[in-house]
């Protein structure tokens, strides 16, 4: 096979090749902070809230409309002198502890926070009673 | 006599520990067990967010949450980007039917020619529509997506909250003993 007739297969295997590609696209936020530490707790906010729409996504990492909009709330909360803590008080209102990747311990979650101790208690008192019985038993 | 007491004690507590040991159990599997897509609502027996919004057909008429007082709403948020939406409109032209109720419509984070085009083309059962276009007022009320349905009774307050489409099996085994359950309060 010519050189030629290479160049021109390469090419066109190239060309074909080339339309079944996808731009990728993504899009970038642009929130202007002229405070740096401002922009510190910004970024430190969006780390710390889920995105209801996309469960397992926070709202930094997250595209969806709902985290787009979210963000903006946080953003204009901050540039109105909002606390972290008024801004998480916002969210919490609207969407519950869900939207805390670190939930706070309250009536409602309390048995995730001491159901394992208890249950590890109980396995304990259980095993020790076993124990005792069998040791008195085995006496007699 | 003694050893009877003894026995009575010991099956008491072995009664305890297990009944502990399954409540914690429960407990568990009812918290972790959950359909974690599916978010409760924060407005549950509370009033609606405040709020003042142009109406979708009209934008020289504001809505607002004063507008849910004295009657029983079905506020049904949807948008014509989604699509379970279309396959739930049709099912309200079926619940307009019922009397007892007044179906509003907030469509949620839409442009409004794509919202008028969606009524018109799929019908229009809402008594009245509100044009969240922004969806800040999506977010008053929690919405996390289209659709979902809220109950609302007379005094304005928020009732239940149904994420996804209302079928009719939704709508007579949840909604109808809900109107009920309102309409005998009155």
């Not at chain 2, 099996?169 to 109808?176: H, R, T």
């Amino acid at each position: 096979m010519s050189d030629k007739r290479v160049k021109i297969i390469s090419l066109l295997l190239t060309s074909c090749m080339l339309l079944f590609t996808q731009v990728a696209k993504s899009t970038i936020d642009s929130y202007q902070f002229e405070d740096p530490e401002m922009e510190a707790r910004f970024q430190q906010l969006i780390f710390e809230l889920r995105c209801p729409k996309c469960q397992n996504q926070n709202l930094a990492d997250s595209n969806s409309a709902l985290s787009m909009d979210l963000k903006s709330i946080v953003y204009e909360k901050l540039i109105s002198g909002e606390t972290d803590e008024q801004i998480k008080s916002f969210m919490k209102q609207r969407y519950g502890d869900f939207i805390l990747f670190d939930p706070e311990m309250n009536r409602d979650n309390a048995i995730l926070w001491f159901g394992p101790i208890v249950f590890l208690c109980l396995i304990l008192i259980i095993f020790i009673r076993w124990y005792i019985r069998n040791r008195v038993n085995n006496n007699d | 006599m003694e050893d009877n007491v003894g026995t009575k004690s010991t099956s008491f507590k072995n009664f305890f520990i297990v009944s502990l040991f399954l409540v914690v159990v429960a407990g568990f599997y009812l918290l972790i067990g959950q359909d974690k897509t599916i978010l409760p609502s924060q407005l549950i027996d509370r009033t609606v967010p405040k709020f003042q919004v142009e109406d979708l057909l009209d934008n020289s008429v504001i809505r607002s949450n004063t507008d849910f007082e004295g009657q029983i709403t079905l506020l049904n948020v949807w948008a014509s980007w989604c699509p379970a939406c279309y396959a739930e409109h049709p099912y309200w032209e079926e619940y307009a039917k019922n009397k007892d109720v007044v179906l509003v419509g907030l469509n949620y984070r839409d442009s409004k020619s794509k919202a008028l085009k969606f009524l018109k083309e799929q019908g229009d059962s809402f008594a009245w529509n509100i044009f969240d276009q922004n969806g800040r007022l999506g977010i008053e009320f929690g919405v996390y997506g289209a659709p979902e349905t809220f109950v609302i009774d007379t005094n304005g307050k928020v009732l239940y909250r149904h994420v996804g489409v209302v079928t009719p099996e939704v709508f007579e085994s949840i909604f109808i003993p809900m109107i009920e359950q309102i309409k005998k309060g009155l």
